[in-house]
């Protein structure tokens, strides 16, 4: 195993192509992206979640998708446990993938893509892939000593939130991560926040950069809806076998639906006509399953 530039390691990496991954992602459709970056324990995660509240973002967190992957058993999860023990980063191919697969899935068409592209072969790759270029990048300037303490009393049991740890994430945030911010800056896209103050401070200063995109706020953002859509999205698997015939008809009508959500109706309406699909669906999909 030799490492690369950038932090990056040369591994083997398992590139299932019968899986509907969303390689193809986004095509034709126009879709807005805001990288959101900053060191590790900036606070990145806290202010998504109160960006999409606000905005009708859907937040995309690199390191959660690929955690979800280490869980879900699959082929590349060893790999990815060992690199985000080491803090390295995970090979760009691998979370693009991810990335785009649940950007499909989402429905929504604005994305927080939260820590990713972590150096500057991620960056390119991605825009490569996905020809998406961001609409702007969010970064969150706090000093190591805030981010310590804040990752030692973050609590949430991660293998990698321990001190020896903390400092190679440092390193490789300083070494790989920054060329990428630097980049974007080059460009004008940067948007740059103290990320050392209050939570509500620092939601103050986002909100403002922000501000454009609060009338375009739709229905994706009532937590509502979000609610119902993730039930919606949870439920197949649980009921039948995720590559049976019925379950990719009704991930086809989920994501067909999920379209009309976002551009066309007010949110109650939205709220109604999700709840009517998911009872409609509770109550046939056994009878529809049978003769499929
Ligand atoms: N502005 C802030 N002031 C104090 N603590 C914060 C602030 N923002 C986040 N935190 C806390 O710091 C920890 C790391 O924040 P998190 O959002 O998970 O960071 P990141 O996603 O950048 O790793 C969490 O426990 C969170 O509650
Ligand atoms: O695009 C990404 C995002 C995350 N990671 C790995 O996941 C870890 C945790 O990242 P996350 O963004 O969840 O946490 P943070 O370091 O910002 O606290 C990183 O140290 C990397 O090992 C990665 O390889 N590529």
Request: charged share 25%.
């Amino acid at each position: 195993m030799g490492t690369t530039l950038n932090g990056t390691v040369d591994v083997p990496v398992v590139v299932d192509e019968s899986k509907d991954a969303g390689e193809n992602f986004p095509g034709d459709k126009k879709i807005t992206v805001v990288f959101v970056l900053g060191g590790p324990g900036s606070g990145k995660g806290t202010q998504c979640a109160n960006i999409v509240k606000h905005f009708g973002f859907t937040h995309l967190s690199a390191g959660d998708l690929l955690r979800a992957e280490i869980k879900s058993g699959s082929e590349n999860g060893t790999m990815i446990q060992n690199m985000i023990k080491e803090g390295k980063i995970v090979p760009s191919e691998v979370t693009i993938k991810l990335l785009q697969r649940a950007m499909r899935e989402s429905g929504n068409d604005k994305f927080l893509i939260d820590g990713f592209p972590r150096n500057e072969e991620n960056r390119a790759a991605f825009e490569n892939v996905t020809k998406i270029e961001p609409e702007f990048v969010l970064f969150l300037d706090c000093s190591e000593e805030e981010m310590e303490q804040r990752i030692l009393g973050r609590n949430q049991g991660r293998d990698d939130d321990n001190i020896e740890t903390i400092r190679k994430r440092f390193k490789v945030f300083m070494e790989s991560s920054l060329p990428v911010v630097e980049y974007y800056n080059s460009k004008g896209k940067l948007r740059k926040v103290d990320g050392g103050k209050s939570v509500e401070e620092v939601f103050e200063a986002v909100k403002e950069i922000f501000s454009p995109y609060s009338a375009q706020a739709n229905t994706v953002g009532n937590s509502k809806v979000s609610t119902v859509k993730g039930f919606l999205r949870w439920w197949p698997d649980f009921r039948i076998d995720g590559s049976h015939v019925a379950c990719r008809w009704f991930r086809t009508a989920r994501r067909i639906l999920s379209r009309i959500l976002t551009k066309a109706m007010s949110p109650k309406a939205t709220y109604i006509f999700v709840v009517c699909i998911a009872v409609f669906a509770y109550v046939y999909m056994p009878t529809i399953e049978g003769y499929m």
